[in-house]
């Protein structure tokens, strides 16, 4: 089961992570806002939900799955533009998701969060320090540092995975982890996506929230 933000289960990484999923043979269940367009691959089931409302999450996940993958993120134009999203986006609807899955016996999770969160900090490049002192990004991580705190509280089997700068490019091999953060450190969306699904579907609990670089 997927959720993804910014333009539904067919944007970005959970598009990508949606039709790496359907490949590898997974019935997957994708869920959009309900306003938004959205035509998923064929047999993937397509529902409609508000992250940000408990109910509507919780009558999502009382459908069963076997794990979620949570692709949210905040949502802006650019840096600088006006925040389409809530400041605590990310957290409350992680909040929202691992309640559910709590309260319908669902184990295993996997987010996408953002190398330089929580305790990675120390190893951001200068540009992204001064990004985040000065735009929205720095709002953007201060989020995800909530939620991945939400996560170390629960019982759940989770990854907060925290990839480089993301990029369109063409997916070639696997993701590689590393402690690291260089100004020209990148990773394409969907190389992030087959790392989640990899996480999901055989977890390696030794790092909960892997940096990833390709």
């Known amino acids: 089961m997927a959720y993804e933000a910014r333009r539904g289960a067919s944007g970005k990484c959970g598009g990508h992570l949606v039709d790496l999923a359907v490949a590898g043979g997974h019935e997957v269940v994708a869920v959009a806002r309900p306003r938004t367009r959205?035509?998923?691959?064929?047999?993937?089931?397509?529902?409609?939900?508000?992250?940000?409302?408990?109910?509507?999450?919780?009558?999502?996940?009382?459908?069963?799955?076997?794990?979620?993958a949570s692709t949210l993120g905040m949502r802006y134009t650019h840096p600088w533009a006006r925040r389409w999203s809530p400041d605590d986006f990310v957290y409350r609807a992680i909040s929202n998701i691992a309640r559910a899955m709590q309260e319908h016996g669902i184990q295993r999770l996997c987010m996408i969060s953002a190398a330089g969160v929580g305790n990675s900090r120390p190893i951001l490049n200068r540009p992204m320090r001064m990004m985040l002192a000065i735009s929205n990004v720095g709002v953007a991580y201060s989020?995800?540092?909530r939620a991945e705190m939400l996560l170390q509280q629960t019982d759940l089997d989770w990854h907060a995975v925290r990839p480089v700068t993301l990029t369109n490019k063409k997916h070639r091999g696997e993701a590689r982890?590393?402690?690291?953060?260089?100004p020209?450190?990148?990773i394409p969306r969907r190389t992030v996506a087959a790392f989640m699904l990899a996480q999901l579907e055989q977890p390696r609990f030794e790092l909960r929230s892997p940096v990833i670089h390709r």
């Open 177 to 182: 982890i590393e402690n690291s953060y260089g």
């Open 38 to 68: 959205l035509d998923p691959p064929q047999n993937v089931a397509l529902l409609r939900s508000d992250v940000l409302d408990a109910g509507s999450v919780s009558d999502v996940l009382s459908t069963g799955a076997d794990a979620v």
């Open 184 to 186: 020209l450190a990148m």
């Open 143 to 145: 989020d995800l540092d």
